[in-house]
């Protein structure tokens, strides 16, 4: 930029010699050219405007930067869209000022002037340290973690241990541009923070290098995120921390950043994720030399455990099998955990993978794979995971895959050891376990499987005794069993909700009923028949199937039925007439019918074997006169009640 060196005369025009008092043209006082004083304070504001918005472009860019093109693939969508955004501000912000004083420059007022050609690229390193980012990639290549960094000349960086769990590929990119990857460096098991250094030394010259920190001497600090500046710190020594020695750190120190003293670097902060200052008590930088490889600290920290397998879980694609998926998530949980909660990886953390996990459930499932999901999340799985959300997902499938009884053993097993294991209340698997009893119940009591509906119904109470569905099936059965004194206890004992009063009202108007029914015979048909056939046992000891029919006089009993009861038919012959034509039988005497509890003795039959009905006796009206009769074809009911 040219220096101003002439004054132009506000009256005649004439350009004079900067040394000059008076116009040479028209001797006018150059002095006093009522323009000249705000002429020159108005250049050199212009002047100030654009080196200011250049250096507020160039801490911007140093600040926000992610690198060039070759790394600038660290950058999230979000974060590159909003330092363009940023950076076309500050550039539109340059050029407004230097069209700006260009303008003055052809007025008539101007001077002499250059407008500065500042480049907006032309970065260069923090004089401090090369301020940059640390990429952390995982070995299946995916970039897991991206945090600021600063780099000595002589390539060594500090860096908390935390921020690097999960990557064994771990690469600098200086503000400035390039990739530097590191190798090795001062580490070993256990520490908070190491100091590695990058494979080739970069070499700057114009940044400092790493010395030993004199307590006794106050420190600078510089933030390599922002232009935060902190001068004559005075830290005390606390704890040694691995190759480190620890410091508390001022309340405004909270983000990453390096401690200067007489020049050089004694000192780092690591913002979020240390919350003391690390010190350097060892070598100079130029001395130092590795003590470990990027290798080991990944296999000492990481290898070989759950969070390892978790890892290689989410690096598997869409384009892999659902079920394949679903099994390796599975297999990290049969593994150790290497790292604390605190240092885990947010995506590594166990809910966030079972997040996952549930998501492939769901597709799995869709696709008809609901049975492959329960053999692979089985009990002991399931007890290792010990989410109980999970646990539910599972159990719905169990219970449309294996039935009812399966998926409340598990419940009573698993599920309630994982409530037990995790402390955590679970309203909503009880609900669930409550309504598998009620459903498995209602389908015994449909089948009219009474046996195993006690079982059910007792077991059930036991978890939930005060359940209206539940109880109200238990009086369903008593009624099924034909115990109306047991349903009727049951049916009031308890108090029943609003929604529950007609079902209860019609399970009360049943056992009336059946109260009714006592000491009378009551036969079942399908309503709507008129064919009426009920089981016998004669004489305690042959069953027979008869048909009701009022149209017979006599009982008769086929020939087998007699044989086995060891009858011999009297020497009479009898001619029957049947709706197969007329037969010939014989008569004997049945000691006794018994039908639903009910015996009635000395009955006489007839043994004729019916034809096209083999097997069926009749139950005439030498038996049937014994009762009056209650047909009631559409209820499908016959009562017989004793004369």
Known sequence: MSKINYIRCRHCKADNDISLSYCSKCGSPLGDNTGEGSSGRRIAIIILLVLLVFAVIFA????????????????????KEQYENKLKELQARLIHARKELSAFKDSEDAVN????????????ANEHAVAGWIMVSDPWGRQVRKFRAGMSRNGWLALPARACFGGNKLSFYPDSGGEYRISGGLWIGGDNAGLWQVTVKPGFPEVNEIALWNESEPVSWKSLESDKENELISLRAGTARGFFISAILPDDINETGIFLQNGKIVGWTFGEWLAKGYMWPGKDGADLEYNTWLRYFYDMTFAHGREEKFALALSLTNNNDVLERLTAFVSGFSLQPRLSIEDTPEYLLPEEIIKKMRVLITRAVSSGSGGRVVEILSGPVLKEIGDIYLFMDVIRIMAGELGYETAISEIEDTGRYIVTQTGQDAPALDKLHMQYYQAWLQGTVAEAEIDAGWRIFYSAKSYYPDDPQIHLLGVELALLDGDWQEAERLLYMMDYPAAFQDRVQLLALRISEMKGEEGKILINFPSGSNRVTVDASINGSVRQNFLVD??????????????????????????????GGTVKASAVVIDSIEIDGWVEYDVEAFVVDIPNRSGLGLLGLNYLGRFRMDLK???GTLLLSPR
């Open 60 to 79: 911007y860019v140093n600040r926000q930067a992610a690198g060039p093109e070759e790394h600038a693939a660290g950058l999230s969508v979000d974060e």
């Open 550 to 579: 009022t149209g017979a006089t006599m009982v008769t009993i086929t020939s087998s039925t007699a044989e086995a009861l060891g009858l011999r038919p009297g020497a009479a012959i009898h001619n029957l007439s049947t709706v």
């Open 113 to 124: 002037i250059e407008i500065p050609d500042i480049p907006l690229d032309d970065l260069k």
């Open 633 to 635: 074809t559409d209820e």
